[in-house]
């Protein structure tokens, strides 16, 4: 059984640089594995070129006899806008170094949950493409 670590290597050499889809089902759970290739395609389509660089990962083991362990990694991400994003027709732009953070829980060698952050502010900066309006929120 792969490490977490190895998990999430492998998610990103893989199939977000690598474009190799046909991996997700391997590295996902069968309940996750359909979004995750459908967002992955999405996101290459908009950015054939697109390249992330791992900056850390950092591994919690599982608890004795959980099988579950959780993943934290940090990475920069850059791409060349050739297809349609959020709406936005190509803009021929590239976004370079986009800071993104991604919390992985794996569970018997495959990832069960995952939530990123990543700085979509920054990347529309880069792309040229207009920041979404302010929200207002009242307590």
């Known amino acids: 059984m792969l490490t977490g670590k190895v998990v999430v290597q492998r998610l990103v ?21 359909e ?18 660089d791992i900056v850390e990962l950092i591994a919690e083991p599982a608890p004795a006899g959980t ?10 991400c850059s791409g060349t806008h050739t297809g349609t994003w959020r709406g936005h027709p190509p803009t ?5 170094n986009i800071d993104e953070v991604g919390i992985y829980r794996i569970t018997g060698g495959r990832i069960t949950d995952s939530w990123t952050l990543e700085d ?20």
């Open 13 to 33: 050499t893989e199939v977000l640089n690598g474009g190799h889809l046909e991996l997700v089902d391997q590295l996902y759970a069968p309940a996750q594995a």
């Open 35 to 52: 979004e995750a290739r459908a967002w992955i395609g999405a996101f290459r389509t908009s950015f054939p070129d697109v390249h992330m």
């Open 67 to 76: 099988g579950k362990e959780t993943v934290v990694g940090r990475f920069t």
């Open 92 to 96: 021929g732009r590239r976004f370079e």
């Open 120 to 139: 979509t502010l920054t990347r529309l900066r880069h792309l040229a493409l207009p920041a979404p309006d302010a929200v207002e929120t009242r307590s």
